[in-house]
């Protein structure tokens, strides 16, 4: 539960530095120091263009559209691959984890929150326009997307929960029902600071990881 906003560089450091040094699942959840857009990691930024508020842009790591931070709530889900999680489907990890987060919204009082079937998708680079199977939706709006990323180091997962009131407690329910046992902290490892601090130098900082996906690593 990070208490302070970040900018987008930062935030999006910390999340790989999380994926790369953990060796325990992570629920992070944290908020942007302003309004911020991120890009799905194989989006063009020269196409989208003029369609882009002009706020501060950064290209994720994970993939899916363009995503408005606004008045959203932020959470990222990350998993070792030494946790047998992480080797779940793609298809199956993104249904497991938002049919978990419609439950839990349901459970919160924001009735009517159902995954998003073939009947709902729409096509459109803005992730929130457009609904993926298996998004959280709410009657025709989408409150609830991700963007996603597996490999050698594991499953990150980057959400947004939009168009919905979120108390503060709210993701500590969450959490323990994800998993059986919870422990809460403020602040990464020092490790995981200083990872983080070389990841926005080398990649998320730089223009040419956002123009062309170019980095120093």
Known sequence: MDPSPHEGAWNMAVDQA??????????????????????????????????????????????GGVVLHENDETYSVIVPAANAWAETRPLDS????????????NAAGMAGCRLAGPEDLIE???????????????GKVKIAGAGQRRGRLGLLHQGSVQQVVIQPDFWNGW????????????????AVLQRAVELVEKRYGLSTWLSEREDML
């Open 94 to 105: 993104y249904q497991l984890i938002h049919s978990a987060l419609a439950d839990g919204l």
């Open 175 to 190: 959490a323990a029902g994800l998993a059986k046992e919870v422990t809460v902290v403020k602040e990464p490892p020092t």
């Open 18 to 63: 999380w994926l790369e040094l953990s060796e325990h699942p992570v629920l992070r959840v944290y908020d942007w120091d302003t309004a911020t857009v991120t890009i799905g990691y194989a989006q063009s930024l020269a196409k989208l263009g003029e369609a882009l508020p002009g706020w501060p842009v950064v290209r994720r790591w994970t993939g």
């Open 124 to 138: 459109n680079p803005f992730c929130f326009v457009a609904p993926a199977l298996h998004d959280v939706v709410r």
